[in-house]
């Protein structure tokens, strides 16, 4: 099987990618053959040289780096299945992708309907799901609209800091609300890019002002006192798996903890400091416990239609006891340290084989839908 590899992108989490995209390079089965392709941070692809493959091979802790040679460009033809790619004229031989790309243009559903209109098999939610997810505020409206918890939150649009009596008003209520300390982040940006902790009203303006660069719509949300972060790996075809299928079904892995050393889990914490957290697999959870994170993250997972695969991500309440759903991810982080191949792998699923599954299930889904009607 040719599998391509495509990482990058126009992302904030560009860097994140180049790490998490080597990993899933050296995951695939050496029986198969690697195709990468490279996105610039410009948005421009290319293929790269069989040579980036075999150096990230021989040194696992290599980083891919992106070449840009004019004659290796590539472009995409509609409903090209299988040669949609094109480098020089010429189709790439290509069965299924793994977009290994994070963030803004590669977990937003934009990349995959590119894939969806190129009819072409791909790892990783659909377009639907995937624009669904990466907003934050929508996420947490389907979530509510069937009974799963979330943290209280607000939702806060460009057109209102336009306005200087509008703004007011808003931050008033949401001071009422909510109450100090909160968090604010953008609602489509992955990483915790944007995100800041206010303890004030002027850090909260600071921090309106940082996530509104991010995005044109940001979350501010009630900071639960003494949290505790909860994740969940979780695969599988949420909408139409059969009962035989096992590459297809929906499964919920070992929830693990962080233990942030930083004010929170941010950008640095997660990929920058290698001691920024402590990475608990299992959570210090009893089994019913444990048990109720499983089974909410696959509540949480089905109910967006997510396919593939998702990290989804939990608050405890240390005082309470109550369990929030905080977001989910669906291309979470493949690198050396992140949560969702060591969840996997505490639960018996090791990295190769992790790989293997997400490339089948998506090769599985694609032949399902081929059977369905498009036209009369």
Not at 1 to 12: K, L, T
Not at 114 to 134: K, Q, R
Not at 192 to 216: C, T, V
Request: charged fraction near 25%; glycine fraction near 6%.
């Amino acid at each position: 099987m040719n599998i391509a590899v495509i990482y990058g992108g126009r992302s904030g989490e560009h860097e994140v990618s180049l790490i998490s995209a080597a990993a899933i390079a050296n995951g695939i089965n050496r029986e198969n053959k690697v195709i990468l392709i490279g996105i610039t941070k410009e948005g421009k692809w290319y293929l790269q040289d069989d040579s980036e493959y075999e150096r990230i091979c021989k040194d696992t802790k290599a980083v891919l780096s992106i070449k840009e040679d004019e004659s290796k460009a590539v472009s995409i033809v509609p409903a090209g299945k299988k040669h949609a790619f094109v480098v020089g004229g010429k189709p790439l031989d290509i069965d299924v992708v793994f977009p290994a790309l994070h963030g803004t243009y590669g977990e937003d559903g934009t990349i995959q309907g590119l894939f969806e209109m190129a009819d072409i098999p791909y790892v990783g939610c659909t377009h639907l799901s995937s624009a669904i997810t990466m907003d934050k505020e929508k996420t947490k409206m389907i979530w509510q609209s069937v009974g799963l918890p979330v943290v209280p939150y607000v939702c806060i649009k460009r057109s209102v800091i336009l306005d200087s009596i509008v703004y007011d008003a808003v931050i008033e209520e949401t001071e009422k609300e909510l109450g100090y300390p909160m968090f604010v982040k953008p609602c489509c940006a992955g990483s915790s890019n944007g995100a800041s902790k206010a303890k004030n009203r002027k850090e909260l303006g600071y921090a309106i002002m940082e996530a509104f660069n991010w995005d044109d719509k940001i979350l501010v949300e009630k900071s639960l006192d003494n949290a505790r972060e909860i994740e969940c790996s979780v695969t599988g075809n949420s909408v139409t798996f059969p009962a035989d299928s096992d590459d297809e079904a929906v499964v919920a892995y070992i929830p693990g903890e962080i233990v942030p050393n930083h004010d929170f889990y941010d950008f640095d914490a997660k990929y920058n400091d290698p001691d920024g957290a402590n990475l608990l697999i299992p959570a210090e959870l009893t089994e019913n416990d444990l048990e109720k994170i499983r089974k909410t993250a696959c509540a949480a997972y089905k109910v967006l239609d997510a396919t593939g695969l998702s990290r989804v991500d939990f608050f405890i309440d240390k005082n309470t006891k109550q369990v929030y759903l905080n977001e989910i991810n669906t291309m979470p982080g493949f690198t050396p340290i992140s949560m969702f191949p060591k969840m996997c792998d505490a639960a018996g699923l090791k990295f190769e084989p992790l790989v293997d599954l997400l490339i089948k299930e998506a090769v599985a889904r694609y032949e399902a839908k081929q059977k369905l009607s498009t036209s009369r």
